[in-house]
């Protein structure tokens, strides 16, 4: 097996897919959690806890459904946001295809959605 910043979005998305099974099985168990918080007590406050808790909670549940069942709509949506063909995304370096996306996610989708987000103020 390749390093993971060697290998192409396809062999990223295998790898992300068969580590969905084990991370759920971590994050549905009480006593993981628990030694989680024994053992960073004084490194993370419970906000972070809750914080990673949700992340990988939710890493379980989508992973599977995004690089599982709809893995080829998933590197064609990612096709899409990159702007090139799906076979080109599907070979390319995974850890670049991520970089990439989160890149373009910071830089021109989240301002799209943070302005675009109703305030709750009436016009």
Do not use: C, H
């Not at 969905?20 to 906000?47: I, S």
């Amino acid at each position: 097996m390749r390093k993971i910043d060697e290998m192409t979005t396809e062999e990223l998305t295998n790898l992300m897919f068969e580590l969905a099974g084990p991370v759920g099985n971590l994050v549905q168990d009480d006593d993981f959690w628990t030694a989680l918080q024994e053992t960073t007590k004084a490194g993370m406050k419970l906000r972070q806890k809750d914080t990673l808790r949700f992340i990988l909670t939710a890493y379980a549940r989508l992973t599977p459904i995004l690089f599982g069942k709809y893995r080829g709509d998933t590197i064609k949506i990612i096709s899409i946001i990159e702007n090139r063909p799906v076979s080109e995304v599907s070979n390319a370096n995974g850890m670049e295809v991520l970089r990439n996306l989160i890149l373009e996610y910071w830089e021109k989708l989240r301002p799209f959605f943070t302005t675009s987000a109703p305030t709750g103020e009436q016009g």
